[in-house]
């Protein structure tokens, strides 16, 4: 399976780290987010990874020469931010005829590559998507997910005051051709995955639930607390 890591975003919540730094490098407990990707990835099956690039790309196409991943990692620069979606739909021959995942870099996650396949291997014949679930110690600052009892999706809750529990969208997804179809169907340059794709197929979708470490670290409250939790140990990627 190949990967789109999604890393050309301007970080404008981590400003003002991010004024000359992009998100993707920005240390945690001293190491890029980006390195910790990389490993998690390649050291758990994943052949390929496609980064994409806009903000302060030169340095991340600096970081990734002197990777010892380069040689699995592939970059597609936009002159322009494409969305979520619209890079997905722009490197389509790239990943092939069969699933992919799609990532948003700027989490720091230790989340069961393979176990994620296996749970998309074996989900429901009607499902086109996998989605990353984690328990959020932060409800109303995520999208938060209401299940049936198949495991699927069937509401979302994107940051409301009172959220109805705290398993939230992780921003990590194996996502079905069919999906990527729609996407491309839209027939637009920018297309924003979280609001314009995936609402079409609630009860297609099935929520995989990481029962170990997921944080966002968009802002510098949640960088910090990544740093604690990884000087603590609590991020746990190993082969």
């Keep these: ?17 991010t004024e000359s730094i992009p998100k993707c490098l920005v ?11 990389f490993d998690l990835l390649f050291m758990h099956g994943i052949e390929r990874a496609l980064v994409n690039t806009h903000y302060f790309a030169e340095r991340v196409q600096e970081h990734i020469a002197g990777s010892p991943w380069r040689d699995r990692i592939e970059q597609s620069y936009e002159t322009e931010l494409l969305g979520t979606g619209g890079t997905l739909v722009a490197n389509l021959g790239w990943f092939g005829p069969g699933p992919l995942l799609l990532a948003h870099a700027d989490n720091l996650t230790d989340f069961d590559v393979g176990a994620m396949q296996a ?4 989900r429901p014949s009607r499902s086109v998507m996998t989605m990353l679930a984690f328990r959020t110690d932060d409800p109303r600052s995520c999208g ?5 009892s198949q495991g699927l999706v069937r509401d979302f809750h994107e940051k409301v005051e009172n ?13 079905e051709p069919e999906m990527c179809a729609f996407a491309k169907a839209l027939n637009k340059p920018f297309v924003d995955l979280q609001t314009e794709v995936i609402p079409q197929f609630t009860g297609r979708i099935q929520a995989w639930e990481h029962g170990g470490y997921h944080r966002d670290i968009g802002n510098p409250t949640s960088l910090a ?8 140990d609590l991020v746990k990627i190993s082969k």
Excluded: C, F, Q, S
């Design 1 to 17: 399976m190949r990967a789109l890591l999604l890393a050309a975003g301007l970080g404008t919540r981590l400003r003002p780290i």
């Design 27 to 37: 240390p945690v407990n001293g190491r890029p987010l980006l390195d910790y990707w």
């Design 119 to 122: 749970a998309h291997a074996a």
């Design 144 to 148: 938060i997910l209401e299940l049936d």
């Design 163 to 175: 959220p109805p529990g705290n398993l939230a969208n992780g921003a990590v997804y194996i996502i």
């Design 225 to 232: 607390k990544a740093e604690a939790d990884v000087r603590a």
